[in-house]
């Protein structure tokens, strides 16, 4: 099974590709959904990280917003990654919280 990674990180644990590109080169403003156990597989396909925990945070940094999975949830870990705080939620959620607020 291939899973995309662009210069040796998966794609939804790359900041270059979901920030830098996709969002501020090409003004994307709603939000990103990991494919199918993608965060999963930065741990057991990719080898990116070791945990839940380093590939939660390696996701919701790089601009992943929502989690695609059927096999548990990756995201779980995110009070674990260390202190949340407000603007943290609304970078990381903001997108999808507007979507469901019907800004978009």
């Known amino acids: 099974m291939v899973w995309p990674s662009l210069n040796g990180v998966p794609a939804c644990a790359n900041k270059r590709l979901l920030t830098d590109i996709l969002r501020r080169q090409w003004n994307f403003t709603g939000y990103v959904v990991s494919d199918d156990d ?35 949830p990756v995201f779980h870990s995110i009070p674990q990654v260390g202190p949340v705080t407000c603007s943290h939620c609304l970078l990381w959620f903001g997108p999808a919280l507007m979507v469901c607020a019907g800004v978009y």
């Open 38 to 72: 993608a965060l999963e597989l930065i741990i057991v396909g990719h080898h990116y990280v070791r945990d839940d925990v380093s590939a939660a945070a390696a996701a919701l940094s790089a601009g992943c917003n929502l989690e695609l999975t059927d096999s548990g």
